[in-house]
């Protein structure tokens, strides 16, 4: 290990299930696999099991993030993107896929079906004010750039 790299620990819950690996040196992301075959019907989400457990270093998280290769090539993505495990949770990792394609998309054992990215996270405490400070945004959102 670098000074760069942290560990996290991983626990198989099923005898299947790959441990999360990086497909390229210098990814962000570590691909998380399937245990399971699952048939994913057009315009419906299914969960997804991976077969394992993690417990993250203090004050990180996990998320789960979709494959863009699956997004581009069947229209699958991850539901609840960037989905967040929290360095407390203990339970099994679970992807939660969408088919947003018009065909059925089987998810085969051991298939690449998401991408797993650990941060650093920063906690805030809140202080409620009864104003905030002026900027050039302002109250602009939802679009108040335009598109060119």
């Given at each position: 290990m670098?000074?760069?790299t942290i560990q996290v620990k991983v626990i198989?819950?099923?005898e299947m299930a790959k441990l999360p690996e990086y497909a390229h040196e210098g990814d962000a992301g570590m691909d998380l696999f399937s245990t399971e075959e699952v048939v994913i019907p057009p315009s419906k989400t299914t969960l997804?099991?991976?077969?394992?457990?993690?417990e993250l270093p203090r004050n990180t998280e996990a998320q789960i993030r979709p494959r863009s290769g699956l997004a581009l090539k069947h229209s699958i993505?991850?539901?609840n993107t960037p989905?967040?495990?929290d360095e407390g949770y203990r339970g099994e990792i679970g992807?939660?896929?969408i088919n947003?394609?018009?065909l059925p998309f089987k998810v085969?054992?051991?298939m690449k079906i998401a991408q797993m990215v650990v941060k650093p996270i920063i906690r805030v405490s809140i202080l409620e004010v009864g104003e905030l400070s002026e900027s050039e945004r302002a109250e602009g959102g939802f679009g108040s750039t335009g598109v060119k």
């Amino acid at each position: 290990m670098n000074e760069s790299t942290i560990q996290v620990k991983v626990i198989k819950v099923n005898e299947m299930a790959k441990l999360p690996e990086y497909a390229h040196e210098g990814d962000a992301g570590m691909d998380l696999f399937s245990t399971e075959e699952v048939v994913i019907p057009p315009s419906k989400t299914t969960l997804i099991h991976t077969g394992i457990k993690i417990e993250l270093p203090r004050n990180t998280e996990a998320q789960i993030r979709p494959r863009s290769g699956l997004a581009l090539k069947h229209s699958i993505t991850v539901l609840n993107t960037p989905g967040t495990i929290d360095e407390g949770y203990r339970g099994e990792i679970g992807v939660i896929l969408i088919n947003h394609g018009k065909l059925p998309f089987k998810v085969e054992k051991n298939m690449k079906i998401a991408q797993m990215v650990v941060k650093p996270i920063i906690r805030v405490s809140i202080l409620e004010v009864g104003e905030l400070s002026e900027s050039e945004r302002a109250e602009g959102g939802f679009g108040s750039t335009g598109v060119k």
